[in-house]
């Protein structure tokens, strides 16, 4: 009976006070779970120790595997290349600040093999100041808001898949990716579990408001013509509201107030009007933008090297 391999993959940004004791502490639960094993961590444009500390682990243990991007192109496209270059039956990929805890796996491993293609995990509660977990609170209700994607509250970054599921997830090969939207729309038999989840073990987190925000914006235009429908629907209502403005002023102008009609007036509805024309096309002209850069058909990231990972590497 073969083993099945499990394969970590973990993006990397800034990480060098936390990612060795990352890899102890995975590596301690990993050691005692039935299955074969590797890491797949992808720098994306680190700039510190994180890719000079993990190349030392990687020439001592070859399960540790490394890809390192050019520049900084993204998280999500970090995630999409350690999902190309994973070779194991089961991908699992979590975040190497151990807020999402080691512990945790054997549960997952467990979970996977009920017959799920996909196992979310949930934060029972989010370790995090007032202000960030007030900020995701945000992030999430406009996300659900505006795509209408059914995400699981409290999403942790933590989670596992099969090879199937991954085979399908490589099959999206679009630029502007959201990979919470891509995992959902891929469908197939998913669940979730409730997870503990710490404070984090070092360091600030990178993936702050504005990010998550440009996220949040870069998602709804992704998965949802909410957008253009409510540009639509606003320039109907101006439409109605201008006529009938137009029938009130003519009804008072004949029947009630013989008034002067001043150009302040006048000159207020111009700027609202050329504002709000101004808006919605550049609403209409993001889409355009995103269709450009997706027609382009370019990679997706660009690799300075890989460690560990042969050309066979990823199913």
Known sequence: MMIPK???VVPVFFEEECILQFIRETRA?????????????VDDGSKD???????EEAAKDKKIKLIVFSYNQGKQAA????????????LLYMDPDLQDPPEEIP???EEIHKGYDLVFGVRKEKKDS???????????SVLERFTGLKLP??????????????RQFLEYREQNRFIEGIFMHIGKKRTQILINQRERFAGTTKFRFRKKMQLAFDAILDFS?????????MGLGFVAMGILSLIAIVILKVFFIDFQTGWPSLFSVVIFGTGMNLFFTGIAAIYIGKIYKEVKNRPLYSIDSIINIEENDGK
């Open 107 to 109: 549960r997952f491993w």
């Open 49 to 55: 120790n994180t890719v000079a500390l993990i190349m």
């Open 29 to 41: 639960v990993l050691e005692t779970l039935p299955l074969e094993y590797e890491y797949v961590f």
């Open 79 to 90: 995630v999409s290349a350690g999902i190309r270059y994973a070779s194991g039956d089961y």
């Open 225 to 233: 013509e909410i957008p253009l429908k409510m540009a639509v629907r």
């Open 153 to 166: 509250k409290g999403l942790a970054v933590m989670r596992i898949f099969n090879r199937n599921f991954a």
């Open 130 to 140: 007032l202000i960030n977990r007030l900020m995701s609170w945000v992030f999430w």
């Open 6 to 8: 499990l394969s970590l």
